[in-house]
């Protein structure tokens, strides 16, 4: 185990910011896992627990330890297996959009909505991914975790996960000592995409798709994904900033009274999910700038680095979003990424 010393972790964040970890290591396996762990008992240092680093915000240096997940091992149950199904058990330090182009190589369906989301394979069930109309949710049988406080490794299935919009068991004080190692997907060998989400079933359709395959829905959520989302390799960002929010019937019709044009889609009963990237655009703030970061000019959900910004800035700049968006609409934005 090789433990570093005021580490940058300007190229583990997507945001590009350029903060320093007291300490840092970098763990392939599990019993590397809990060597690190029982390290920082033993120097009573704090951990920091961090995957691809594209759902967070640091405003500050990391004191303590950070511990980089980079468990490997893409492995596929093909025998015994139920039919039609494939189960995947994949290591957490596995990069997300390569293990989907991977399963689709290997005619393993059932992720292809999900392309071209970064980060990593373990951190898909944190804030429980989804795009296109699937969530990581549905495609999980379980989720193999590593205990802090008693370094058992576990296994919670779906059920366990409690798993919500832009939500799991992950975010909760009981699941902050989870460290996810490995995941276990259950994919498909049919070729039967899920086109259900409007924008991508009307990009198929002008393609002339009519039975599109997993590899076209796979093509058209990247060129979506392309004209809409910056690549954080060129301008840093953490993809949507804000969850979308959901309301209640009465609120909706209140918000429809001056805005009738809301786009909004039914959610749990009486309620509505409305797009925060919609509010946020009429508010005017798409394309703004501030010192050197700003809302990107081409989607308004995602807050960006143009260079030299830092974490500070992305928190004030969320803030007087949040502030304005409250005070226009009555509607509260939550935050998705998390911020340290
Ligand atoms: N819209 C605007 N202005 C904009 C962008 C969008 O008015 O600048 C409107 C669009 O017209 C559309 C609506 O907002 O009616 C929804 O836009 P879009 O389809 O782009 O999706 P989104 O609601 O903004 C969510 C997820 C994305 C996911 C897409 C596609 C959240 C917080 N975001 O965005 O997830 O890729 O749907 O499923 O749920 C992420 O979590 O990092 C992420 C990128």
């Known amino acids: 185990m090789n433990i570093e010393s005021e580490k940058s972790l300007k190229l583990f964040n997507s945001f590009g910011f350029d903060v320093s970890a007291e300490f840092f290591v970098s763990v392939s396996s599990v019993a590397e896992l809990h060597e ?25 240096n990391v004191s303590g330890l950070v511990i980089h997940i980079a468990i490997k091992g893409i492995d596929a149950e093909t025998d015994p297996r139920p039919a039609d199904q494939i189960p995947l058990r994949v290591g957490a330090g596995e990069q997300w959009h390569a293990l989907v ?8 369906f059932g992720l292809e909505n999900l392309a071209l989301i970064p980060g ?4 898909a069930p944190i804030q429980n991914i989804g795009a296109y109309g699937v969530e990581i949710a549905e495609r999980l049988n379980s989720v193999e975790v590593y205990s802090k406080a008693t370094g058992d490794t576990l296994l919670l299935n779906a059920a366990d996960c409690q798993f919500g ?21 259950n994919l498909l060998t049919r070729d039967k995409p899920n086109t259900t989400y409007r924008a991508l079933s009307d990009a198929l359709t002008r393609k002339g798709y009519l039975r599109p395959t997993a590899q076209q829905v796979f093509d058209e959520v990247c060129a979506i994904r392309g004209e809409k989302l910056p690549d954080p390799q060129q301008i840093g960002n953490a ?18 009274e001056n805005n009738p044009e809301i786009p909004h889609y039914p959610d749990k009963p009486g309620h509505f999910k409305v797009p925060a990237a919609w509010l946020i655009d009429q508010a005017g703030w798409k394309g703004h700038q501030i010192d050197n970061v700003g809302v990107h000019n081409a989607q308004a959900l995602v807050l960006v680095n143009h260079g030299d910004g830092n974490g500070q800035q992305i928190a004030i ?7 304005d968006i409250l005070q226009r609409y009555g509607v509260l934005l939550e935050r998705e990424p998390t911020l340290y």
Not at 101 to 108: G, I, P, Q, S
């Open 120 to 123: 990593s394979a373990g951190a």
């Open 239 to 256: 993809g949507s900033f804000f969850k979308n929010p959901i309301i209640d019937r009465q609120q909706l019709d209140r918000l429809m």
């Open 101 to 108: 182009a991977t399963t689709l190589k290997l005619n393993y």
């Open 165 to 185: 919009y832009r939500h799991s068991i992950f975010k909760t004080a009981q699941g902050a000592d989870y460290v996810v190692t490995a995941i276990n997907l």
């Open 317 to 323: 700049l969320a803030n007087n979003i949040k502030k």
């Open 36 to 60: 690190a762990i029982c390290w920082s008992k033993q120097k009573s240092v704090a951990t920091f627990i961090l995957g691809g680093g594209s759902n967070i915000v640091f405003t500050r």
